[in-house]
């Protein structure tokens, strides 16, 4: 390595979201102009759900003006109160939607190795006031769904995945919106797929239908009669269209950062210090996030440095997730909150460092961010 490293001439980030061709995004909008229908479940949020139902590979759907609304009327259509078991490595999202349904979450530690809810020890965090088990799908790696489901119903509780990171994964080829009560799936700019805003519910019980659809428009079940006292998740005729012209786009992303996945870990297996999530078998994955973890003794420099010193290259990390849940001003004072609680959690936090990772990154500008990571590493 004798070529001297520059910084990037443009900023980059972690991720960039795809952008379909706007001649053809115009003609699907021209289509819901004549329609002069915008909106409650016109033609093309109707075509948009059946197309995903497919995709996702699951039974039944409801789709949302975002995920986070879809969470909270998650936790509503099942009656959910009390305490609810969740983890502290996540978006903040997660552990709010519990807060906004009056729920207290319990904070339970995670796994070393794969980051999500440690299901070993889910058990000891059980109250006679716990109703449900809210795990998040980490960077779209599968939670443990058959160790989960078995605590679960042990215990009487229900199961949510947060799947905002997991759209498209499957595990031995069963979509991974099947498991649990109820999964969520994010469409936020940010992630894989998207549409601007917004999320879904996916289920596989046909009595929650009905109940979720109710429950994101007010209630309302007919022009005289309100129900049960909703809210509004609706999913536009906008975004709808957007999510069909974006689907087109997702598989070659998708291809594309394969490549980069290897390329990624082609570059970094050698280097003392830098580990990441491989590739698990049968699995199919969902390309969200490339999340490096540094250990700080054996790399010799702090995942801080190694995030400010990235900057300088232009090069602008995210440290996902920091600071915990458990850490926030609004959590840190519950029980479950004590570091001792979530010693695995901790250490993770302070390692983690997600890198650039999207389709119009090349391998080249994959191979000169793990060179600089080298070059901070040794200088
Ligand atoms: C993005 C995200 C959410 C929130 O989804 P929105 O659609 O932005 O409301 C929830 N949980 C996790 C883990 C996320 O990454």
Not at 137 to 148: A, L, W, Y
Request: proline share 6%.
């Amino acid at each position: 390595m004798t070529q001297k490293i520059t910084p990037f001439p443009e900023p980059i980030y972690i991720t960039r979201p795809i952008l379909p061709d706007l001649n053809e995004l115009s003609e699907k909008l021209k289509e819901v102009w004549a329609s002069q229908r915008l909106t409650n479940r016109g033609p093309q949020h109707e075509l948009f759900q059946k197309e995903l139902l497919s995709i996702l590979k699951v039974p039944y759907l409801s789709l949302f003006n975002n995920g986070t609304i879809a969470l909270i009327v998650a936790c509503q259509s099942l009656r959910l109160s009390g305490e609810v078991i969740t983890t502290p490595f996540t978006f903040p999202a997660t552990p709010h939607v519990l807060t906004w349904n009056n729920i207290r979450p319990i904070f339970c530690d995670i796994d070393p190795v794969t980051m999500n809810i440690d299901p070993n020890k889910i058990e000891s965090m059980i109250t006679p006031q716990t109703t449900a088990i809210l795990a998040v799908h980490v960077f779209g790696t599968p939670c443990d769904v058959v160790k989960i489901q078995e605590v679960a119903e042990r215990y009487g509780l229900k199961v949510i995945y947060d799947a905002a990171h997991a759209f498209g994964v499957e595990v031995d080829g069963i979509g991974i919106g099947n498991f649990g009560n109820i999964s969520m799936f994010s469409f936020h700019a940010t992630k894989l797929f998207h549409t601007v805003e917004g999320g879904a519910l996916t289920f596989n019980d046909k009595n929650l239908k009905a109940q979720i659809d109710l429950l994101k428009n007010f209630g309302i079940k007919n022009e005289e009669e309100v129900v049960m006292p909703g809210i509004n998740g609706k999913m536009n005729e906008i975004q709808a269209v957007i999510g069909i012209e974006v689907l087109k786009y997702v598989d070659e992303e998708r291809n594309k950062r394969r490549v980069l996945f290897d390329t990624y870990r082609q570059c970094l297996k050698d280097i003392n210090g830098i580990t990441f999530l491989d590739k698990i078998p049968d699995i199919r994955n969902s390309y969200q996030y490339f999340v490096i973890r540094i250990d700080e003794k054996l790399f010799g420099k702090s995942r801080d440095y190694v995030y400010k010193k990235f900057k300088e290259y232009n090069v602008f990390t995210r440290k996902y997730f920091y600071p915990l849940c458990s850490d926030y001003t609004c959590y840190k004072q519950l029980p479950s909150s004590t570091p001792s609680n979530l010693p695995a959690a901790q250490k993770i936090a302070r390692e983690v460092l997600s890198i650039p990772f999207y389709g119009g990154l090349s391998t080249d500008d994959v191979g000169k961010i793990c060179n600089i990571l080298k070059k901070i590493r040794n200088t």
